[in-house]
């Protein structure tokens, strides 16, 4: 990747030397690295403020009250896994920082939550029906806050950065479904 990159920026230069626009293009190179840098720092406060409200989350045993109340429904999309059970706080975990908009902090929570799915299969080559509903479920998770487009919307100065809300609801509930309903279909396929 980091070839094809440098090819596209040599090209360009190749170009914007004979068409007489170094200038312009070195300019709009400046202009994108400061709007990278202060996209990187809004989006920055962003996750921090919501990774300090998820940690503060977990010390206060709001982590736990949430568990319990997604427990019928990791319960039903992971029916292998004990409702009380380590693998299934790390999959809460993960689905409510998903729920959250947390996308960045939910990887590395999705990462542990693998780890233990992992430990738990049988066949290492290949991954169990838990660790793929798991993936659809990380992947195309219901998002309630969408915090990270959010605040691309407002630090791009949108007049209303919140109008989005209810169609972000409208598709990641239509994409979970489909992806969980394709999960449970294919589920016990390779059984057969």
């Keep these: 990747m980091n070839y094809i990159w440098v090819f596209m920026i040599i090209i360009s230069y190749v170009?914007?030397?004979?068409?007489?626009?170094?200038?312009?293009?070195?300019?709009?190179?400046?202009?994108?690295?400061?709007?990278?840098?202060?996209?990187?720092?809004?989006?920055?406060?962003?996750m921090c403020?919501?990774?300090?409200?998820?940690?503060?989350?977990?010390?206060?045993?709001?982590?736990?009250?949430v568990q319990k109340f997604l427990s019928p429904v990791i319960g039903w999309l992971f029916p292998s896994i004990h409702k009380d059970s380590e693998v299934a706080g790390a999959i809460s975990m993960s689905m409510t920082a998903n729920l959250l908009g947390?996308?960045?902090?939910?990887?590395?929570?999705g990462l542990a939550a693998m780890e233990k799915l992992?430990?738990?299969?049988?066949i290492k080559d290949?991954?169990?029906?838990?660790?793929?509903?798991?993936v659809v479920i990380n992947t195309a998770s219901i998002t309630l806050i969408p915090t990270t487009l959010l605040t691309l919307r407002?630090?791009?100065?949108?007049?209303?950065?919140?109008?989005?809300?209810?169609?972000?609801?409208?598709a990641s509930i239509v994409s979970v479904l489909s992806g969980v309903l394709c999960a449970k279909l294919c589920a016990g396929r390779r059984k057969l």
């Design 102 to 109: 947390l996308a960045n902090a939910a990887t590395p929570l």
């Design 49 to 65: 403020l919501w990774t300090g409200v998820l940690e503060i989350a977990e010390h206060s045993g709001l982590v736990k009250k």
């Design 118 to 122: 992992e430990k738990r299969n049988l």
């Design 154 to 170: 407002a630090s791009f100065n949108s007049a209303a950065p919140f109008e989005i809300i209810v169609p972000v609801w409208i």
């Design 15 to 46: 170009f914007s030397f004979f068409a007489g626009t170094t200038d312009a293009v070195t300019a709009s190179v400046f202009d994108g690295c400061e709007s990278a840098v202060n996209l990187t720092l809004s989006l920055l406060g962003m």
């Design 126 to 134: 290949t991954a169990s029906d838990e660790m793929c509903m798991f």
